[in-house]
């Protein structure tokens, strides 16, 4: 008997939803696969941005105000005048490691408010 691919295309196409499911059915018990999609691969494809929780808040130009930027991640990060001086003058430097959203976005307005180039990771 010859593989007849339209005959069964067009079994198919009169084929009640009832019937297609049983068929699926079958074809797994019978060849052992499934016809579920992968869920890992669906999730990890679209969902990345939407699951991160935490974020690295990177300096990645200081501007032309260095003196109100070094004010402003002093301000941010309680460090001393030296430490904060180094990570203006050190760019791209991580300012906060782990902030929340709304925590990044705030330290992000507040950079970009002296001239500061801000990333978020």
Known sequence: MAFD?????????EASITDLNDLVKGIEDEFGVS???PVAAAGAAGGDAAAKDSF?????ESG?????AIKAVREITGLGLKDAK?????VPSVIK????????????????????????K
């Open 5 to 13: 691919k339209d005959a069964i295309i067009a079994s198919l196409k």
């Open 35 to 37: 016809a579920a999609a």
């Open 56 to 60: 690295d808040v990177e300096l990645t």
């Open 64 to 68: 032309d105000a260095k003196v109100k």
């Open 86 to 90: 180094g990570l203006v003058d050190n």
């Open 97 to 120: 490691e782990g902030a929340t959203e709304d925590e990044a976005n705030d330290i992000k307005e507040k950079l970009e408010a002296v001239g500061g180039t801000v990333t978020l």
